[in-house]
């Protein structure tokens, strides 16, 4: 368990982080960028919960919990991507929960005819914002994972949130019935 006693270190004074592992890294480098954008979509997910309640509420509640466990992951170098007791790992079974309520909120919902602007719902629009930092998550994550290797199962977990997110806001638009519908070139 993670015990906090003091929140300042000064230790990132001169523009350098710790990873999990002891190791200092610059706080622009690629892999600090994309534990940092997973916790910003984190926070997005708390702005939501702020309005959720039930089974909406606990999936969130788990995903933040998951979001924890990636930016651990993140935060952690190396390539023994098997999750053990010293290192916390993405899996492929967070992955497969995601895709399973994936499925079942999409299984109400109506083929889409259009893209969907952000809206509908305060709820609604706060899983857009939550959805496109996740984008931003991932495609850092990638970046990292250019240069380094990373678990590949947090990068399939922040693709698959970004597609959790945006079904979960049709969901909450009453089922797709809510949403606001893009409308090409209606303002020319």
Known sequence: MVKLTKIYTRGG???????????????????VAAYGSVDETNACIGLVRLTTTGEVDSMLSRIQNDLFDVGADLATPGDDFVP???????????VTRLENEIDAMNAHLEPLTSFILPGGSKESAYLHLARTV????????ITAAKLEPINP??????NRLSDHLFVLSRHLNK???????????ANR
């Open 175 to 185: 089922d797709g019935v809510d949403d606001v519908l893009w409308v090409p070139g």
């Open 84 to 94: 053990g007791e010293m290192t916390l790992r993405a899996t492929e079974s967070q």
């Open 134 to 141: 996740a984008r931003r998550a991932e495609r850092d994550t």
């Open 13 to 31: 004074d001169k523009g350098q982080t710790s990873l999990a592992d002891g190791k200092r890294l610059d706080k622009d480098a690629p892999r």
């Open 153 to 158: 199962n947090a990068i399939k977990y922040l």
